[in-house]
């Protein structure tokens, strides 16, 4: 009965002062060239709480100091190609043993595990399985918040990345259409892991900068990614022009009474202008959001003679353009055919007639 008790106090003591333990996942996969982090916490009997330690990764399935990724205490015996690149996130002591590799390469990929060592010779443990590593290409993008452009207006446009790597910090750059070098600030804010790197860009542009690209983009040591923006430069009404297939000859088409005609009034603009085509104060077409507007006359008359004029209109500014219709009326037409009979008829009553009542009297003689 006492050795029956003795180890059911042995068993709860066990239990009470904790076991050899560690939460950490099965796979982890980072991006080329950014970190890598293995989240690790261990547990250990409660009786080595205060008790001096030191934590190793190993970058392998089994244990071999030939394979060191990290040593708390020393450098000495970790792998030349993870020197200055491996730490720990947290405190050992706080039985944090999180790892990360900064500017991890598809040569960091593979197993790693920890072990605990208590310093005495007996107390140590190694944390297995392994966690696997694994590398894949760098796609993360910066992000370029759109603002609106108008020309000749400063404007701010903004771009941001976003990262939970907090060793090597990137560069945000931008590149400019040539004749507008790059003025930017730049800022690194923190909220719980997530490190936020912004660059403001300022700038004035120019109707010629429309549909250019500004890029922002982001570099580490290794590697570099890029997000591009195509600039909506936003400017009044120019370039106005009024055509018709009747021919336009010094602002004016004439039409012969009875036909048709046609005009398009075109513009330029961003956004689509409003176009309107008015005669005499009236409206008599319109269209929204449309660089083009056609104008159809059919059967002119001469009540459709005079002053055309198109206005485009847009957030930004008007403009203007006329076209002079002049008909050419058929009754006009008549009245010179009929002249133009009266004066032969004319003609010929004047000279021939008296030629003919001469010749007749020197008969009679």
């Given at each position: 009965m006492i050795g029956r008790s003795f180890f059911l106090l042995l068993l709860l003591q066990a239990v009470v002062s904790g076991q050899w333990t560690a939460d950490?996942?099965?796979?982890?996969?980072?991006?080329?060239?950014?970190?890598?982090?293995?989240?690790?916490?261990?547990?250990?009997?409660?009786?080595?709480?205060?008790?001096?330690?030191?934590?190793?990764?190993?970058?392998?399935?089994?244990?071999?100091?030939t394979s060191v990724a990290f040593f708390s205490e020393t450098h000495i015996r970790v792998l030349p190609k993870f020197l200055h690149r491996t730490r720990l996130s947290g405190v050992l002591r706080d039985n944090d043993c999180s790892l990360v590799i900064d500017n991890v390469t598809q040569e960091d990929a593979g197993p790693y595990f920890f072990r605990v060592d208590f310093l005495d010779g007996q107390n140590y443990y190694n944390y297995q399985p392994a966690t696997q590593l694994h590398v894949t290409d760098f796609t993360?993008?910066?992000?370029?918040f759109p603002a609106e452009m108008v020309a000749g207006r400063p404007v701010n446009v903004t771009c941001v990345f976003n990262t939970t790597c907090?060793?090597?910090?990137?560069?945000?750059?931008?590149?400019?259409?040539?004749?507008?070098p790059p003025s930017a600030s730049h800022s690194v804010t923190q909220q719980g892991d997530t490190l936020t790197y912004t660059s403001v860009l300022s700038l004035t542009p120019a109707l010629k900068h429309h549909g250019q690209n500004l890029t922002c983009k982001v570099t580490y040591p290794t590697v570099s990614s890029e997000q591009i923006l195509t600039m909506a430069v936003q400017y009044a009404p120019r370039n106005q022009s009024i055509t018709s297939p009747d021919n336009v000859n010094n602002s004016g088409v004439t039409v012969k009474e009875g036909n048709s005609v046609e005009f398009l009034c075109s513009v330029q603009s961003f956004p689509a202008s409003n176009l309107t085509?008015?005669?005499?104060?009236?409206?008599?077409?319109?269209?929204?959001?449309?660089?083009?507007?056609?104008?159809?006359?059919?059967?002119?008359?001469?009540?459709?003679?005079?002053?055309?004029?198109?206005?485009a209109e847009n957030e930004h500014g008007t403009g203007k353009g006329n076209v002079t219709l002049i008909v050419e009326l058929r009754g006009s037409e008549r009245s010179w055919k009929c002249i133009a009979a009266l004066i032969v008829l004319a003609v010929i009553f004047i000279c021939v007639v008296p030629v003919i009542v001469w010749a007749a009297c020197c008969r009679n003689e």
């Open positions: 950490n996942p099965p796979h982890v996969t980072a991006q080329n060239g950014l970190c890598a982090r293995i989240p690790c916490h261990y547990s250990h009997p409660s009786t080595l709480n205060d008790k001096p330690r030191f934590g190793v990764w190993f970058n392998s399935e089994t244990l071999d100091f993360d993008k910066p992000t370029i907090d060793g090597t910090a990137p560069t945000l750059t931008w590149v400019t259409p040539a004749d507008e085509w008015i005669h005499l104060g009236a409206t008599l077409n319109t269209t929204g959001s449309s660089n083009e507007l056609w104008l159809k006359i059919l059967q002119v008359t001469r009540q459709d003679a005079g002053d055309y004029e198109c206005v």
